[in-house]
Every structure is written in C-alpha cells, then in structure tokens.
C-alpha cells in the first residue's frame, strides 16, 4: 500500500477480538481511481506472492473498497467514509501493531 502512495496505514491485529478474520489492514486513498488501484495491486501482490486470491466488495467511488484475503481483510477508504465509520474505534479492542503516517 505505501509503494502506491496509499495513506494512513494501519494494521489492526484482531485475533482475540475477532472470529472472521485475524487482521485488518486501513488505507486511505484521495480518488476513486487511486481506490481501485490500490485493491487490485494488493490482490495482484498477494496472489504472486502467497498464491492466494482476494475477493473484492464494493465501489470506488463510493468511498469503501474491501478486500478479504481470509485472515487479512484489507479496507481502503476515501477519507470522508474512513472517518464515518471509524473503524479503528469499533474495533479500539484489537490492538493496532502498526501506523504508517
């Protein structure tokens, strides 16, 4: 995500909050087309490099793009719906491990 100028990264580790998945990734991005980019160069690395298949939900100019790589759930935002939904307060019980500035 830094490679393609994504901002605001955080890695959220929610293993012991959390039944569906192990970890969230957040990303911002500043366009729709920078949303867009940002998933599927996450779903072309992932794939290369740990042979795994992503599955996209969501549009890009709606604000929210999620991808779910099974235990690593990658949520790009355009910064007006990442501060409306908050993610990182819903879930404020997992710990964040990581926050790229």
Known sequence: MEDKKGEAIV?????????????FVLCSGTSD??????ADAAIDQVRETH???????????A???????????LHLFADEQRHFYNLEEL???????????
Do not use: C, I, Y
């Open 11 to 23: 890695l959220m580790d929610l293993q012991k909050v959390s039944s569906f998945t192990d970890f």
């Open 63 to 73: 604000g929210w793009v999620v991808v779910d790589f099974g235990a690593v759930v």
């Open 33 to 38: 087309r920078m949303l867009n980019a940002l």
């Open 91 to 101: 879930w404020s019980e997992g710990k964040v491990l990581l926050r790229l500035q």
């Open 51 to 61: 042979h795994l298949k992503g599955r996209k939900e969501g549009q890009p100019d």
